[in-house]
């Protein structure tokens, strides 16, 4: 089938060569001129037969909400946009309302695997009906990995960037599970060879996942992360699964905690611990580093 | 090669048919009379050809430690004892100075892989001198996964254990993660197929682990876990993860609370929280349940 | 002065006789009928000399928010409201900008104190103009403490609420940490009086604090809070001073995880727990409790 | 009465002071000759009529226990030992056995109150036998504070200086909770007053407590903390508070909490988040900062 696909970035690009690779035709827009098919996004829905089915995959928040007004205004009844970025779930239902509106389905997609999954496949969660589910199928199966797993249709509008946003709260927490524990195999005295305990997890022990075998491989370029700074953005998701854990009264000390150690990986200097440093001093007259 | 295997239970009985399926000799004791080979320790070093191999799978503390007291004085210079239970890792080099005294090798071997280890291998992680790992490799080969991972040697006597402890901290925090993630979903209106979700990940996201396989196992038979009590004991590697935390002045908030939920979920009532109804009472006037 | 009041509840009744026992004319209005002097906002307005002066004490949301459109029909330019109830900080900018157009002023007002507020006091803390905490200042003086503490202009319309917010997240942590160290000395077998332990630190301790009063009166009642359950509500402030450390990027391990106790101490089991406990007996076969 | 009191350092010299002006003779040693009364330990005993008191405020560990060993020698049948030092609750008990061996009483005292003590008296804990307590009760009398609070008698040998870790516990988690909140306030654009809202807790609030007392004074000298770097060592009750945690199963999520901001404090680059950067750059081609 015929899939207009807007933002050809590092995620979108690889996504729209899977696709490909499937037997299915892309037709890509980005603003970079040197990556897209067609210069517009008219000319992009001129290209495609009704109905048609447009992908979007850029930056969440204003761009990605531009680009489907803008898109709204020049598809027709009948026709389906598939958000695959990371939008906010509340984002969601108001904007599939607009697009109902105009007889324009809509499907969020929560896409996962990052710049591995152009050959692995990609993860994909969403949120629709059934029947817009249904028309997007095709490419869908061309963007998962084979076999059973790696998509699931979670729910109504809104229920995919959900799902993906819960898995990357959990993703927070493995990781810095992982984290803290090479850290304090690292601060023992008692293991000489930290990057072969890791490795030697990759099969038969409880830990072995996707994301031992990436730490791995991380090891094994630098096998002390020397190269690097204990310094680690956070994308929203995170943020927006602590969010609604506080809404729904949901206690999450794991994932909060995550989120949290991140925070504080970009602080050049504690505010907190200068707050306990004055009160030791105060009280105790403890010597301070200042 | 000959092995000498004290202890057939769940994971002892498992591991004896993974070795002897390898093509190994297995002498098997346990105290239960219809599972072992021997009726005694001594005629289990009797049936051995010295410079015997002798492995230990008993539950850790006083049980352990009088069956290596009671083999080392059946044992003879030369030989070795090899401790695969989830003894603490400050056990294992006083035991091994007193082995040592007799001439008698020790190595301490974490073993993770749980019921699934004879199917699937056992991740092995080795605590001792190069020397005594070589004499005991054919047992490890045969118990570890096929290729090149599910085995370390990570350093000195106490290093196994250690490495095994710290795999179940580890452990202990993706779990969590998984469960926070999942008590999230199931709160939340916006996902219908909770399960599906999970099931989906198991490729392509990047949260795929043997962890979310096995969840995914649970949630086919029980899809809202109604089968079960929000209780989970914890067995001391995840307590002596923390307790190391302490020692070393690693931060480890994702493992702590971890470990806190599980003594949570065993209590009937929190009386942390009756304090907290109590002050809020005090100065609040707010109405308590009691 | 003047001071029209609405609300005669716990709190409210309490401040109408401090701020009366200044010598000040409090105009009351509830909608129950046996405590108020007037029996409708209109009355209420009438009974006051322009400029006047109305503190609203209701509940925050929808019912402060209605009581708030209603007073700004029937109030005149030069005229003030302050809403001292526990209204979100979010609430009070765009409710200032609605009056601000009809000449109204308005202050928002933390009032922490509790019912002991009426015989110590009550702590104010306030958002809004300078000219507008001056109308207010002799009420303010009225409800405070004696002495140069309990009063603060915060910054302007949002600092009252604001500052009432983060007061609540710090008093979280604080009994979350009482709590905790409770539990533990009854759990320990060290201590033989911990209620003898609680109250002696009232003097000369580093932990002295007013909430460590109200907690020594409980257990002199109570003196191992037989007659409580571990149970407790949250009232906005904790959760949204959460919120707002995920939206500024500062880590509250402690605040968080002390509001996260409290969505666990309402669960009759917990949700996460039955994923550690399908997990442990996925992988471990251990035992569990259903 | 006569006590001996050994060590004239920050606490103990104020201590002593504190003890002479209650009209008690104090005999004190210390290693620096020109704080002393005496110049050895035997000058000290020969100074006191039995039955003798001695008191020992020396730092905790090898200096406590050596201390201990060598009045032990020096001192006889009947006479009293007071260790009012941070020594783990754990030293009690073997050392009270040693001293009985000889006949000499022991009491463990646990002393709060920093640098403030000597003028507001010191909170104190102590553990022992209602005899050898009777006996030192001048001394206690004398260093608490006025009134019916500031001592218990919270156990046998062992409970005092439990109590006291436990108290630094807490201390620990309200420290962290001014600390959090602090933070959160400073980096709001809703407040403009952070300083005076601290100020203005310190009556009628929920929060108010001498804790707040010295944070206000420390912001009255420097209202950012500007001259203080984010670091806080921690002193060993918050670590052994976290170890009791572990043995008894007792959930402190705050506590555990505090005392790993204290070790983040000190790092001057996070391992664990080196590793959630390689991960994140692992599978998502994340920039990271090296």
């Known amino acids: 089938m ?53 992908w979007t995959m850029v930056p969440a928040g204003d761009i990605t909400e531009s680009t489907i007004d803008q898109l709204s205004e020049l598809l027709a009844e009948g026709d389906l946009i598939i958000d695959g970025g990371n939008s906010k779930f509340t984002d969601d ?119 031992l075998d990436l730490f791995d491989r991380a090891l094994d370029g630098d096998p002390e992360l020397g190269k690097l700074k204990g310094y680690a953005e956070d994308t929203g998701e995170g943020r927006w699964t602590v969010d609604e854990a506080v809404r729904l009264a949901v206690p999450l000390h794991v994932i909060a905690a995550s989120l949290f150690t991140r925070f504080e990986s970009r602080q050049p200097d504690s505010p907190a611990m200068k707050a306990v440093a004055a009160l030791r001093q105060q009280f105790g007259g403890h010597a301070v580093v200042s």
Not at 163 to 175: F, L, P, S
Request: charged content about 20%.
């Open 2 to 54: 015929q899939l207009g696909l807007i933002g050809l970035g590092r995620m979108g690009g690889n996504m729209a060569d899977r696709i490909r690779a499937a037997g299915h035709e892309v037709v890509g827009f980005d603003h970079h001129p040197d990556k897209r098919d067609v210069s517009s996004l008219a000319e992009l829905v001129e290209k495609l037969a009704a109905p048609r089915v447009v």
């Open 93 to 211: 239902r108001p904007r599939s309302e607009r697009l109902a509106a105009k007889g324009i389905g809509y499907l969020d997609c929560g896409v996962s695997g990052g710049v591995w999954g152009s050959q692995n496949g990609y993860a994909l969660m969403v949120g629709g009906t059934e029947a817009d589910v249904a028309k997007a199928m095709p490419i869908f199966e061309a963007l998962k990995p084979a076999g059973e797993f790696g998509f699931v249709h979670a729910g109504p509008v809104g229920a995919g960037h959900y799902t993906k946003m819960v898995h990357n709260g959990i993703e927070y927490g493995m990781m810095q599970a992982f984290a803290e524990g090479w850290e304090l195999l690292e601060a023992s005295e008692y293991v000489d060879n930290v990057p072969g305990a890791f490795k030697s997890w990759r099969e038969g022990s409880v830990v072995k996942s996707w994301l």
